[in-house]
């Protein structure tokens, strides 16, 4: 297979693993990509997009939800109906997770979509995550 597989295989950790899902069927923002995390022995997706500086040359990864049980597209925010709730120590491995992995997509010589760069746009390499990403355990 070409290198392109590569792309898409899971990444092993101590903590669980990732691997880049591609696009969301049915996803009405083609600029959010998709990864999968596998931990406590259950696979989960998430949406992550790009979002640009004010000149629009330098851009950081947002994490814009995580949890959902399918891979398809069922909303904007995590919803309860569709979406696990994780403990406090759960994200913050996932929040581990996607940080450790995003370097190892971009040294892929085909990268994920989202890690494209540019003579005119560059990652910061600053992964930020929205209020709101995840379900909490015991969250009202």
């Not at 398809?72 to 913050?92: K, N």
């Amino acid at each position: 297979m070409g290198g392109y597989s590569k792309t898409f295989e899971w990444i092993d950790f101590p903590q669980g693993r990732v691997r880049y899902a591609g696009g969301r069927r049915g996803r009405e923002d083609p600029s959010i990509e998709t990864f999968a995390v596998e931990i406590r022995g259950a696979v989960y997706y998430g949406e992550v997009c790009e979002v640009f500086s004010l000149e629009q040359n330098d851009y950081s990864l947002e994490v814009v939800s995580f949890g959902w049980m399918k891979h398809d597209w069922l909303g904007v925010e995590p919803d309860p109906e569709y979406c696990a709730s994780f403990s406090l120590d759960d994200l913050s491995d996932v929040q581990s997770l996607l940080c450790e992995t995003v370097p190892i997509w971009r040294s892929l010589e085909d990268r994920p979509a989202i890690l494209y760069e540019s003579i005119q746009t560059h990652f910061t390499g600053k992964i930020v995550f929205r209020d709101g990403w995840a379900l909490v355990s015991g969250a009202i």
